[in-house]
Antibody, heavy 121, light 110 residues
């Protein structure tokens, strides 16, 4: 069964850091680009960051560029999101998603259940 | 970049067809065919229903179809069913190697 499971969410104070992880199973992880997408409470979807299958290309939304870092470990079939200098507006449910293609695309065909991040003092 | 523009809401009766538009610019929708559509029901993760403007993933009903003209992509749902009720989002790859989502459209099946 194709599955993505996110870990690492929680309550964090403003300006602190948090690292999200995503464990993949049921597909050849290193063949596909991966992404993080977030959804603030009651709001729409916002793409956060993407990384190509072999990590030679990464991209970020303007709202997180310079603060968040995406990475992957193909041997461990895992995706990560290092989030620094967190702000209240980063509060959201963070989804790990798989692309249908090796390069950064927009065809996100597998989604995890999400991990919640709350930034508050 | 600003989100792609979608109508906030659309509605239709069972059996009818509806179309949801997604308007971008020459830097995103207008420059490539990497447009996708997602369906989301309350409390659940989104589901991919259309990619590359008009392709359907395996298992997605052929009542869902996509198209594009210029800077605007469209999702058409024919033969509306109660289960189609939910939120719909478009995305596009952009020239800056980013991915943009639309603001979302709430579909109500009357």
């Amino acid at each position: 069964e194709v599955q993505l499971v996110e870990f690492g969410g929680g309550l964090v104070q403003p300006d602190r850091s948090l690292r999200l992880s995503c464990a993949a199973s049921g597909f050849t992880f290193d063949n596909y680009a991966m992404h993080w997408v977030r959804q603030a409470p009651g709001k729409g979807l916002e793409w956060v960051s993407g990384i190509s299958s072999n990590a030679d290309a990464v991209a970020y939304a303007a709202s997180v560029k310079g603060r968040f870092t995406i990475s992957r470990d193909n041997a461990k079939k895992s995706l990560y999101l290092q989030m620094d200098s967190l702000r209240a507006e980063d509060t959201a449910l963070y989804y790990c998603t798989k692309d249908k293609f090796a390069g950064i695309h927009s065809a996100l065909d597998v989604w995890g259940l999400g991990t919640p991040v709350t930034v508050s003092s | 970049q600003s989100p792609l523009t979608q109508p906030a809401s659309v509605s239709g009766s069972p059996g009818q067809s509806i179309t949801i538009s997604c308007t971008g610019t020459s830097s995103d929708i207008g420059t490539n065919n990497y447009v996708s559509w997602f369906q989301q029901h309350p409390g659940t993760a989104p589901k991919l229903i259309i990619y590359d403007v008009l392709s359907r993933p395996s298992g997605v009903s052929n009542r869902f179809s996509g198209s594009k003209s210029g800077n605007t992509a469209s999702l058409t749902i024919s033969g509306l069913q109660a289960e189609d009720d939910g939120d719909y989002y478009c995305t596009s790859y952009t020239t800056t190697t980013n991915v943009l989502f639309g603001g979302g459209t709430k579909l109500t099946v009357l």
